[in-house]
């Protein structure tokens, strides 16, 4: 479970490591489009794709927006069964904003990262 709404900017903290953005966005995506993350997450992991945690996790941020941003398919999403607040009213349309503006949070914060890595900041 989540460890606070004030410490996890409900979602839109910057992420320590894979593990932790994994943890945010388990615990304040609204919608169900979790699950196409942990699909692509477990489908690069099955076929031993090259890479690290995060850029499976990046990666798979960027399918996910690939394949919703910009098409507005909220009809097809349901409530995330893993959301910290379920009492929260859903709202499909609004939910889904929600979690397509989370998901590139957090996909922003791992390119940000990974550029440093990769540019030998660390």
Do not use: W
Request: with cysteine; proline share 6%.
């Amino acid at each position: 479970m989540g460890s606070g709404f004030s410490e996890d900017k409900k979602g839109f903290a910057i992420p320590a490591a894979p593990g932790h953005s994994l943890r945010l966005l388990n615990d304040y995506m609204r919608t169900d489009l979790l699950r196409q993350l942990h699909l692509h997450i477990h489908q690069m992991k099955d076929n031993q794709e090259p890479g690290s945690p995060i850029h499976y996790l990046a990666n798979s941020l960027e399918r996910v927006l690939d394949s919703f941003e910009g098409v507005n398919l909220f009809e097809c999403v349901d409530r995330n069964p893993c959301c910290i607040a379920p009492v929260y009213p859903f709202d499909a349309e609004r939910d889904y904003l929600h979690d397509i503006r989370l998901i590139k949070h957090h996909l922003a914060c791992h390119r940000k990262t990974i550029k440093q890595l990769d540019g030998g900041y660390f």
